[in-house]
């Protein structure tokens, strides 16, 4: 009987497993935001651009003392490269970060009048902004449903067995965003990331206090 308990998991629909995922996260986690600490879109574009390979909490404690010295994009676009090393340089890649940064408020002033702009497409064009960065930015800020898929979201959506055979970011992208129901997408992101942040970790899961092995491929393929 076990045995047959354990074969029907393993059975699960990619449909159902949705639905399971969506049921479990919208009982237990019903509110799930960024952990990035921000006030304005132009902090929360700051903020995930410095997030690449770096983690939130190192990008909390470079951003109070960035925003003082550069309250907006007018003032950034002003800032010397340098200026923007040393405030940064405690994070990775502080360099490539600060010639982004420098670039994006440049253009965020020229292009679009200091104002984030909500489009995607938009948001690509700014010099540090790739397509996970602009989903962010119009899922969080504008509410949009946007899937950003960084590699929290790419290794669960697989494990969980949301995302099935995808080999990039955009294939994952492509699954989320059509099996998901669109009032669910962008907190649905933040599901994804939590729990591969403090759960479903990259190389020990914490299977032994997960909720969601019931309908998780990778925990019951295993068995």
């Known amino acids: ?12 629909s990619q449909t159902i497993r949705y639905k399971l995922f969506i049921e479990y996260f919208s009982e237990h986690q019903p509110q799930a935001d960024t952990e990035l600490v921000y006030t304005s879109p132009y902090q929360l574009l700051v903020a995930v651009i410095l997030s690449a390979q770096c983690t939130d ?16 994009a007018i003032a950034l676009s002003k800032a010397k490269e340098k200026e923007i090393y040393e405030l940064i340089k405690s994070c990775s890649y502080p360099n490539n970060k600060a010639k982004n940064l420098l670039g994006m408020a440049q253009m965020l002033v020229k292009v679009f009048k200091g104002i984030v702009p909500e489009d995607v497409d938009k948001l690509q064009k700014l010099p540090g902004v790739g397509r996970k960065t602009a989903n962010v930015i119009a899922s969080v800020v504008f509410k949009k449903p946007a899937m950003a898929v ?13 995302a099935e055979n995808a080999k990039t970011t955009l294939e994952t992208e492509k ?9 669910h997408i962008s907190i649905a992101h933040h599901w994804l990331i939590l729990h591969g942040r403090y759960i479903c970790k990259a190389r020990k899961p914490l299977c032994d206090i997960c909720g969601i092995t019931g309908f998780c491929k990778y925990f019951n393929s295993s068995k």
């Not at 009987?1 to 699960?12: D, H, I, S, V």
């Not at 979201?153 to 949301?162: C, D, E, K, P």
Request: glycine share 4%.
């Open 1 to 12: 009987m076990r045995g047959f308990f354990y074969l029907c998991r393993k059975m699960l």
């Open 57 to 72: 909490k190192r990008v909390n404690m470079i951003t109070p003392p960035f925003f003082k010295k550069f309250p907006n």
């Open 150 to 162: 960084d590699t929290h979201v790419f290794r669960v959506a697989a494990r969980i067995g949301l």
């Open 175 to 183: 699954q989320l965003v059509k099996n998901i129901p669109e009032k």
